[in-house]
């Protein structure tokens, strides 16, 4: 199992420890308030994720071929998604980045607690990960 997929894997356990989508749905956005502060000199139109209803920026740093992404929303919903990729995707390989199956947000069993909109916005914070590594 790759470090990836363990990380999907306690966030999918911490999810299930909530009987409850309202539950769940509190999590995700304390979850959020977790962001590190994100530098307003980055919420620029290359850094913005395309597929979102909501406002998302993902930026991302190379560290001895590890690649740290940092991110925020204008959503508070959102920025505890924003949180849970970040946890799942900071920290990799970017051989391990490009390997990503989008799946992995289905794995979340995310589409009981939020909306298939911002179920996309998910996806597309995956493909601008995957962006990320393929320039790497």
Known sequence: MSTIEQRVE????????????????????????KLEEFDEKDKTPE???HGCTS????TCENKDGKLYFYGT??????????????QIFSGST???LKDVDMDI????????????????????????????????
């Open 73 to 86: 929303s204008d959503a508070i919903i959102v920025k505890g998604l924003v949180y849970m990729i970040l």
């Open 55 to 58: 406002q998302v920026w993902l």
């Open 105 to 136: 947000v289905h794995e979340l069993n995310l589409s009981e607690v939020i909306t298939p909109n911002r179920q996309s916005g998910v996806i597309g914070m995956i493909k601008k990960i995957k962006e990320y590594a393929l320039k790497a």
């Open 10 to 33: 306690e966030i999918k356990d911490d999810l299930d420890f909530f009987d409850d989508e309202l539950a769940k749905y509190e999590y995700i956005i304390d979850l959020g308030k």
């Open 47 to 49: 850094n913005i994720v």
């Open 94 to 96: 970017i051989q391990e």
